[in-house]
């Protein structure tokens, strides 16, 4: 389930844990960085990606209306506020470097376990 998200580039990611009440520090997440990028650059975006861990989500979206296609990069990892801007700054700047947009993140971890009967 999703525990954080933002896509306000202003909001701290301090302030997106903070008031994240079904997230757990000391648990691993899944951090998302939702991207817009130009189709022929999306390549070597998830390829420069990959060398720091993350790989695309395997959805496909149709291209937004600037002409961007949506890409999702992800891994896994021990999710705190300081890691998160570093890991969102850099998202941003993968985009930027390649003509496109880093819309936002988020952050998954597993829900709570229920008993079944």
């Known amino acids: 389930m999703v525990v ?21 520090a000391d648990a691993p997440a899944v951090l998302r960085h939702h991207l817009r990028i130009p189709a022929v650059q999306i390549e070597q975006v998830c390829a420069i ?13 149709a291209p937004s209306a ?11 990892q021990l999710l705190d506020a300081l890691h998160c801007s570093q890991e969102r700054s850099r998202m941003a700047g993968l985009a930027q470097r390649h003509d496109g947009t880093a819309d936002g993140w988020d952050a998954l ?9």
């Open 4 to 24: 954080a998200t933002s896509f306000d580039d202003a909001e701290a990611c301090s302030a997106v844990l903070a008031r994240a009440t079904a997230w757990q």
């Open 49 to 61: 990606a990959a060398q720091d861990g993350y790989a695309p989500a395997a959805r496909v979206d």
């Open 66 to 76: 600037d002409g961007l296609q949506p890409v999702v990069l992800q891994r896994v």
């Open 109 to 117: 971890q597993p829900g709570p376990v229920t008993e079944q009967r």
